[in-house]
């Protein structure tokens, strides 16, 4: 990486973590943005991540998601209503790629591939990662 572009993105990391509210899902960054290292542990499909908070520092949070992520019919949906079930029982080699949760899923129609951006899934409240 070349030093302009190490400055630059300095710069951007420094004033999201002093500018940027940390606790807003709607308004605020993507948890992407305000955590860092975050890695899927595939043995619970759970997220951990170091998460900025208000101030300086951050926590270490983790947060399952199967609370989080529904399987409806083959895709996997937030805020999932009555007819998702349990995408940990319902699918299966489910993996999280940079912030794309996927899997392969069966369905009454057949297999289906679905994928998500948790971060339209996550948030970082002040430091600890909800949905
Ligand atoms: C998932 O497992 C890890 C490692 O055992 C543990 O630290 C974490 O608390 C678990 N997360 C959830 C949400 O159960
Ligand atoms: C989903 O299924 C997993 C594995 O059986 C279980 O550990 C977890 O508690 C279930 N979560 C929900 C929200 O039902």
Redesign the pocket.
Known sequence: MNTLLSSVLLALFASAAIAVPVNERDDGPPFSVTCSGISF?P????I?ADCLHIGTGSTTS??????CVGNENGAFLAHCGPLCTNFSTSCSSISVIGTILSGICTTTTGTQFPSIDLNSVLSNENGILTC
């Open positions: 542990n043995d619970n499909n759970s951990t983790t947060i399952g998601l199967n609370s």
